[in-house]
């Protein structure tokens, strides 16, 4: 057993790699003072009991596939675990061998870059800030939007400042999982055993399914607006969100999956939504309009 760190051991490895934290990653940067410092084979167990529920792809893929900073990973991982395990799970990060990209990258935001504003989004479109007379409606749709850069900023994997990220801010409800025997739980389990496609929308049209469940008291997303749980039914979709897009980034994948997957993105900004236009709930999501 490591003996236990002392709170001023790990702030001094914090002010050692502050640089690390405030700084973007680069990919390549291993950090090996930390890596070295922990056990990858522990940190792997400790990531699954402390970490994995809110992680949806429960082995920390995203944090590896984002370059976050090893002194990063260790500060949020400090708030749940001790210094010791803390540095276990750096380890294990670490020996994913995952393609890295770094922490600011806006996932599938269209034709891979941001624009500053509408003009520029027509000057690059059409070469002016003109409606093309000459452009036809098979013209038009043939343009595919996932190639057209445009000046909405898709979101961040993770943001501490905000709500406006993919990663959930809570695990997805247990009372979810387990109503009706279970069902949502034993399809999520075989998708985690097979990693199949089929077993992932499988997986997906359950968890989605469970939100909304009208015979479950405790489903956050029941339309009934005197049933609805915003800021709860908000999160639950931010987790199967991000349960999903971690299989498309795991297999590189840009193109349309599958309307189950697609559609509980969009999902998230309804519930947001309906807090805005109905009366009664209002800040019960923050920056819903924004979502």
Not at 183 to 205: K, V
């Amino acid at each position: 057993m490591k003996a236990p760190r002392s709170p001023f051991w790990t702030v001094a490895l914090l002010i050692a790699g502050a640089s690390a934290c405030t700084q973007p990653t680069v990919p390549g940067d291993e950090n090996p003072p930390l890596v070295d410092l922990g056990d990858p084979v522990a940190g792997e167990l400790a990531f699954q009991e402390e970490c994995a529920s809110c992680h949806a792809s429960r082995d920390g893929f995203d944090l590896a596939h984002f370059g976050y900073s090893d002194t990063t990973i260790l500060r949020r991982a400090v708030g749940h675990v001790d210094t010791a395990t803390a540095l276990d799970i750096v380890a294990h990060i670490r020996s994913l061998g995952v393609t890295r990209e770094g922490p600011d990258l806006r996932i599938f935001q269209p034709g891979g870059n941001l624009l500053g504003g509408d003009l520029e989004f027509a000057t690059g479109l059409f070469g002016s800030d003109d409606w093309p007379d000459t452009l036809s409606t098979a013209g038009l749709m043939a343009l595919h939007p996932r190639d057209v850069p445009v000046a909405v900023p898709f979101p961040l994997w993770s943001d501490e400042q905000s709500n406006r990220d993919w990663l959930p801010d809570a695990p997805f409800p247990d009372a979810l999982l387990d109503f009706g025997e279970g069902e949502a739980r034993a399809r999520l389990d075989e998708y985690r055993r097979t990693r199949s496609i089929q077993d992932l929308i499988t997986a997906l049209q359950t968890l989605v399914a469970s939100d909304r469940e009208a015979d479950n008291p405790e489903a956050p997303c029941v339309e009934l607006l005197d049933r609805l749980e915003p800021a709860a039914c908000f999160d639950a979709r931010r987790w199967v969100s991000s349960f999903g897009a971690q299989f498309m980034l795991r297999h590189n994948l840009n193109a349309s999956v599958h309307n189950t997957l697609h559609d509980v993105w969009w999902d998230i900004g309804h519930v947001a939504r309906r807090t805005v236009l109905s009366d009664g709930f209002e800040g019960e999501i923050p920056d819903a309009l924004e979502n």
